[in-house]
């Protein structure tokens, strides 16, 4: 796997690419293609979310955790599925709480890239998965490589708002420097949560965070 990453992340995340767990991961990807086993997303979208959002336009960071693991769903951005797959449930139950937030409707359109265009850093914890196996990759180092991301990020950047949606994503927590951040947690937008997601008021609250910032707030409305 050639590593295809947006020149502004290559050069603040080069550290990582040197260390040895990554040329590890990359040894271990090789070998899962070179056995025949299917993995998604596919090696060009598996750095999408850092080449739609560069690293200086950050503005908030979705944290999700690993990659849809049927075929044809994950392209590289958290809760995202391409626009001919169906919005998994999690992915809707995000659109019901934006539509109850500012009362519009969503069009139903399942691909976040326009949020990650206006600086939506859609970040799974994981960055790959084997086909029909959810977590299957969770061993391999991704985590070191996006608890780095989020690290450099909260070190270097200042007014980033980080959403943290269940108890995983809330554990990162520990990386965020929050006197110069702004942390937002909430249950995570599954079913299985029984709709405790619902009036967290997180995508109102961090445009008014944007605005206080002087920042163009994110359009959620896709």
């Not at 990453?5 to 070998?31: C, M, N, T």
């Not at 659109?95 to 399942?110: A, L």
């Not at 950047?157 to 809330?170: C, E, M, S």
Request: charged fraction near 20%; hydrophobic fraction near 40%.
């Amino acid at each position: 796997m050639d590593v295809k990453i947006e020149q502004s992340w290559k050069q603040a995340l080069q550290g990582e690419f040197d260390k040895p767990y990554f040329a590890a991961l990359v040894r271990f990807l090789h070998q899962e293609k070179d056995s025949g086993k299917k993995i998604y997303p596919p090696g060009s979208l598996i750095f999408k979310a850092f080449e739609l959002t560069p690293v200086d336009h950050v503005k908030v960071v979705i944290l999700g955790q690993d990659p849809y693991h049927e075929y044809g769903q994950a392209m590289g951005l958290s809760f995202s599925v391409p626009d001919n797959v169906p919005a998994p449930p999690s992915l809707k139950n995000i659109f019901k709480e934006i539509e109850d937030e500012f009362g519009f409707r969503m069009s139903g359109r399942p691909n976040l890239e326009g949020w990650a265009r206006q600086g939506v850093l859609l970040l799974n914890a994981i960055l790959t998965v084997r086909s029909g196996e959810a977590a299957s990759h969770s061993g391999i180092g991704w985590q070191q490589f996006t608890d780095a991301v989020i690290s450099y990020l909260s070190t270097n950047h200042q007014g980033i708002i980080f959403l943290l949606w269940g108890n995983y994503a809330r554990s990162k927590k520990a990386l965020i420097d929050s006197s110069k951040h702004y942390v937002l947690e909430a249950a995570h937008p599954s079913p299985l949560a029984r709709g405790a997601f619902f009036g967290c008021g997180h995508f109102k609250k961090a445009n008014e965070i944007l605005i206080s910032e002087g920042k163009t707030p994110i359009n959620w409305q896709l």
